[in-house]
């Protein structure tokens, strides 16, 4: 896809104002091909066939998920919660407020929580939402919301693909370069995927 895509970002509220925790949302992907699902299925039973506990329980399967990013920023209003979601998907970057009264009520900073009953629609988000995992700064580095701006702004102009640009990638270079996680810093972006996605298949209760 071309460079310069439509996105869905909103670029409101305080530049100076802080990132407090960001989260990995982790789903299903709904419309994933049944024939390579079934493929990958496949594969997954022979490796376990053969070499066994050394093959994840559905490894290759598990690459049929999506990765969204819920952000919240410090700030003083106690009856309001400045949550966003920030996302890439084929259509472009999102990046919008979470102000739905069922996600302010129902969403908690919890591993592993189960997202599905007040996800907003709309989203890229497919089934069996889990929240995967939780920064909650480090080392007393504040990252604005004006730093999330220029990284949304640089992700605009790169198309997506899927191979290269996905919404994987998108989540692993946000903890790189905007947060600079140092966890994700000392790892490479394969790494990164695979322990969210086994943490989601090991949780996500079927």
């Not at 960001?22 to 496949?42: C, H, Q, T, Y």
């Not at 009520?105 to 629609?121: A, M, V």
């Not at 939402?129 to 604005?144: A, F, R």
Request: hydrophobic share 40%; net charge negative; charged share 20%.
């Amino acid at each position: 896809m071309a460079k310069g895509m439509a996105s869905n970002v909103d670029f409101s509220g305080d530049a100076n104002s802080h990132i407090s925790r960001v989260g990995v949302i982790v789903s299903n992907i709904e419309g994933a091909d049944p024939a390579l699902r079934g493929f990958l299925g496949a594969v997954d039973w022979a490796g376990r066939l053969f070499v066994g506990n050394v093959h994840r329980h559905e490894r290759l399967q598990s690459w049929l998920t999506h990765f969204a990013l819920v952000i919240e920023f410090a700030q003083s209003n106690v009856n309001f919660r400045d949550l966003w979601l920030l996302e890439r998907g084929v259509d472009g970057v999102t990046f919008k407020r979470l102000h739905e009264h069922e996600f302010q009520q129902g969403f908690r900073w919890e591993l592993w929580q189960n997202c599905d009953n007040f996800f907003p629609n709309g989203t890229g988000s497919g089934s069996s939402k889990l929240l995967c995992h939780i920064y909650s700064g480090e080392n007393h580095v504040y990252v604005t919301r004006e730093s999330v701006w220029r990284f949304v702004r640089e992700q605009m102009q790169m198309g997506y693909h899927i191979l290269g640009k996905n919404c994987k990638h998108f989540a692993y270079d946000f903890y790189y370069y905007c947060i600079q996680n140092s966890w994700v810093k000392s790892i490479d972006f394969p790494a990164f995927s695979e322990t969210i996605e086994a943490g989601w298949v090991e949780h996500r209760g079927w």
